[in-house]
């Protein structure tokens, strides 16, 4: 749906974790998102002194602030042209989420679900299964879905897998659909040890891209992707183009930053912005 139209700047709320130091969550939306020409306004989950890959973190759970933030938005009148979610702290504010798209979004806003809980087979350090049920239910809301294997497995009680095939990925796909996402895009898809790419399921029709595979990877990269990916889709480009745009920005991310051997903490993305924001033309 492209809500970005010549001199008429759509409005995006983001509602993520704030980690002040470290290349994630809202320093990583707030900075692409705008870059992309969109208004960001953004809703902190919580806030962090740096990211959780750090040996030592503060963490400051801001759920007790949103319901507040919430009711003087409605009362201003603010009003949102889309949603994006990232980082959910607790089940408190999946329900918030809700909140948000029916109480302060357009009418046909798009709401994307990054459901960031889990990867490499596992849960992130904090999540439960309750965490996970409870993110099933936001995905009647999404209109695009973002996660990663991990979190597609979870998400429909499907073993985990390291190796799979098209027919798998397609199912899993569907079966994500099934409980209510009206599209999925399943990012770390790799059919081969030298490439890696991006799964797009709509309307029953499954695309994938695939680009080629950077080893190491960097922390903060899906987060980079799902916010160029948001741009991007608010361009107007299709599910697939977007996918495209933000995989290759990803890409040069991750190049960019292994120019740096002491950056181990995120990917430089700001040097490649020039990059994202040509591809929109």
């Known amino acids: 749906m492209k809500i970005v139209k010549g001199d008429v700047m759509a409005r995006i709320v983001t509602m993520q974790d704030l980690s ?21 306004c953004v809703l902190p989950s919580a806030v962090l002194s740096n990211h959780t890959a750090f040996s030592d973190f503060t963490f400051r759970d801001l759920t007790d602030d949103l319901s507040d933030i919430l009711e003087r938005w409605e009362t201003l009148g603010f009003r949102f042209d889309a949603l994006y979610t ?23 806003a798009p709401v994307y679900i990054d459901p960031a809980m889990a990867d490499n087979g596992k849960l992130y350090v904090g999540f439960d299964d309750a965490f996970v049920q ?18 597609a497995c979870l998400l429909t009680e499907t073993p985990y897998r390291e190796s799979y095939d098209e ?19 399943l990012t770390g898809v790799s059919y081969d040890a030298s490439t890696t790419g991006v799964a797009v399921y709509e309307n029953g029709h499954l695309d994938y891209y695939a680009h080629p ?12 992707y799902a916010s160029a990916f948001v741009g991007a889709a608010l361009h107007g480009n299709t599910l ?22 002491t950056h181990w903490y995120g990917a430089c993305f700001e040097k490649v912005l020039g990059k994202l924001i040509q591809a929109l033309g």
């Open 20 to 40: 002040c130091v470290g290349q994630c969550s809202l320093t990583v939306a707030l900075p692409i998102l705008s870059a992309c020409g969109v208004e960001t």
């Open 134 to 151: 409870a993110m099933k239910t936001l995905l009647p809301v999404a209109d695009v879905l973002l996660p990663n294997i991990t979190e």
């Open 213 to 224: 595979r950077l080893n190491p990877g960097c922390h903060g990269t899906g987060d980079i």
């Open 240 to 261: 697939l183009e977007a996918a495209r745009i933000a995989a290759n920005f990803t890409l040069a991310a991750i190049e960019e930053t292994h120019k740096d051997q």
């Open 167 to 185: 027919a798998w990925i397609e199912a899993l796909c569907r079966a994500l659909c099934a409980q209510g996402a009206k599209a999925v895009v």
């Open 86 to 108: 990232g980082y959910l702290g607790n089940a408190r504010q999946i329900a918030l989420v809700k909140a948000l798209k029916e109480r302060v979004l357009t009418e046909q």
